[in-house]
């Protein structure tokens, strides 16, 4: 058998990660994903990314070229050199544990399409050990970016499409797109224009948070605004092309980049220090949350009901969530009007989850 080259490897690799995502097409969104446990885009994106880093430090250090010939030391090792990154204030908490899951993803994937046994890592070792080192803290809502208005993210949107940068206009269109829909930055790069429903004035985010489908109610006007954005454009072109000056396309992951560091240098020029673009996002579930506490309650409720009507999972996410407040307040207890708006948020969101809403709305959960 020939020895593989680094490249090889890295092919390897990457090839695993595109098959363990393998859809059927999107007409069957229910029949899409046939794994138990799915990834969204960004997710998937990263832990490749993160695999990729894996493939050049076992080469580096041990001259291993094939997936085949890794073992629980190689792994252990990369993952301790994470862990030492960490330490020294060159990763954060939450990046560190991501390498972890992201080995045992690789792994996984390793395992059901060579049909071997391979071991590169002992995940809940990894996560004891990332614990012992106080890798996996929730970090500062700083770090999460900044909880700006709508009015401030508005601000950025302008402040973006006059920047010196060659792609300014598309930048800023990225923005206000985050500022309207609540997508992250990641998935405004993999937006489609077949993705734009344009009858029913919404915008579908495939496999978006928790590897689930996210639809997102737009205004008639910010609509008026998309159509005329992807005019003439095909219906699997991307909305938004981040390109080089000769015309070619950046990478997604080198254009989110260079969107989140041009973000950053015109927030701080405003004094938004601490702001980035996940906080056009943050805007979104403000300006959603907001409208929702203006709207009438049984609204509200109807609203509720409806979205549980077409999600079995979300409406056993629902009974649960109900459970738990009247077990602590009594039975027959109903949500307050802030709580109502919360859960909605949350589903506006994709994640649905409550426990994370205090880094998009602050205050209780």
């Given at each position: 058998?020939?020895?593989?080259?680094?490249?090889q490897f890295?092919?390897?690799?990457?090839?695993a990660?595109?098959?363990?995502?393998?859809?059927?097409?999107?007409?069957?969104?229910?029949?899409?994903?046939?794994?138990t446990?799915?990834?969204?885009?960004?997710?998937?994106?990263?832990?490749?990314?993160?695999?990729?880093?894996?493939?050049?430090?076992?080469?580096?250090q041990?001259?291993?070229?094939?997936?085949?010939?890794?073992?629980?030391?190689?792994?252990?090792?990369?993952?301790e050199?994470?862990?030492?990154r960490?330490?020294?204030?060159?990763?954060?908490?939450?990046?560190?544990?991501?390498?972890?899951?992201?080995?045992?993803k690789?792994?996984?994937?390793?395992?059901?399409?060579?049909?071997?046994?391979?071991?590169?890592?002992?995940?809940?070792?990894?996560?004891?050990?990332?614990?012992?080192?106080?890798?996996?803290?929730?970090?500062?809502?700083?770090?999460?970016?900044?909880?700006?208005?709508r009015?401030?993210?508005?601000?950025?949107?302008?402040?973006?499409?006059?920047?010196r940068s060659?792609?300014?206009?598309?930048?800023?269109?990225?923005?206000?797109?985050?500022?309207?829909?609540?997508?992250?930055?990641?998935?405004?790069?993999?937006?489609?224009?077949?993705?734009?429903?344009?009858?029913?004035n919404?915008?579908?985010?495939?496999?978006?948070?928790?590897?689930?489908?996210?639809?997102?109610?737009?205004?008639?006007?910010?609509?008026?605004h998309?159509?005329?954005?992807?005019?003439?454009?095909?219906?699997?072109?991307?909305?938004?092309?981040?390109?080089?000056?000769?015309?070619?396309?950046?990478?997604?992951?080198?254009?989110?980049?260079?969107?989140?560091?041009?973000?950053?240098?015109?927030?701080?020029?405003?004094?938004?220090r601490?702001?980035?673009?996940?906080?056009?996002?943050?805007?979104?579930?403000?300006?959603?949350?907001?409208?929702?506490?203006?709207?009438?309650?049984?609204?509200?409720?109807?609203?509720?009901?409806?979205?549980?009507?077409?999600?079995?999972?979300?409406?056993?996410?629902?009974?649960?969530?109900?459970?738990?407040?009247?077990?602590?307040?009594?039975?027959?207890?109903?949500?307050?009007?802030?709580?109502?708006?919360?859960?909605?948020?949350?589903?506006?969101?994709?994640?649905?989850?409550?426990?994370?809403?205090?880094?998009?709305?602050?205050?209780?959960?």
């Amino acid at each position: 058998m020939a020895k593989k080259t680094l490249e090889q490897f890295r092919d390897d690799i990457a090839i695993a990660f595109k098959r363990g995502k393998a859809k059927v097409p999107r007409k069957s969104a229910t029949e899409r994903f046939k794994r138990t446990h799915t990834h969204s885009h960004a997710t998937t994106h990263n832990y490749a990314r993160i695999a990729d880093a894996f493939a050049r430090f076992v080469y580096e250090q041990h001259g291993v070229t094939d997936l085949r010939f890794v073992s629980s030391a190689h792994g252990r090792e990369f993952i301790e050199h994470c862990f030492t990154r960490f330490q020294e204030g060159e990763l954060a908490a939450g990046t560190a544990k991501t390498y972890v899951h992201a080995l045992s993803k690789l792994q996984n994937l390793a395992r059901e399409q060579m049909r071997t046994r391979i071991r590169m890592i002992n995940k809940d070792e990894m996560l004891a050990r990332a614990k012992e080192i106080d890798a996996v803290r929730r970090l500062a809502d700083a770090h999460k970016g900044l909880i700006i208005t709508r009015e401030q993210a508005q601000g950025m949107v302008e402040l973006l499409a006059q920047s010196r940068s060659p792609n300014a206009t598309v930048f800023s269109e990225m923005a206000r797109f985050g500022m309207e829909t609540g997508a992250s930055i990641t998935a405004a790069l993999l937006i489609q224009v077949q993705d734009i429903d344009f009858k029913q004035n919404c915008v579908i985010f495939w496999n978006d948070k928790g590897g689930k489908d996210r639809v997102v109610q737009v205004d008639l006007a910010y609509m008026r605004h998309l159509a005329h954005l992807v005019e003439g454009r095909a219906p699997g072109r991307a909305v938004f092309e981040i390109r080089r000056q000769n015309g070619s396309l950046h990478r997604v992951e080198t254009a989110r980049k260079m969107a989140e560091n041009l973000y950053r240098g015109q927030a701080e020029k405003i004094g938004l220090r601490g702001a980035n673009f996940h906080s056009q996002r943050k805007a979104f579930a403000n300006s959603r949350y907001n409208q929702y506490k203006e709207t009438n309650y049984k609204v509200l409720e109807r609203d509720l009901s409806r979205r549980l009507s077409q999600s079995a999972q979300l409406a056993q996410k629902m009974a649960r969530l109900e459970s738990r407040a009247g077990a602590r307040h009594g039975a027959g207890r109903h949500f307050s009007h802030d709580q109502l708006a919360r859960i909605l948020v949350s589903m506006d969101l994709g994640h649905e989850r409550l426990d994370v809403l205090r880094f998009y709305l602050g205050g209780a959960e």
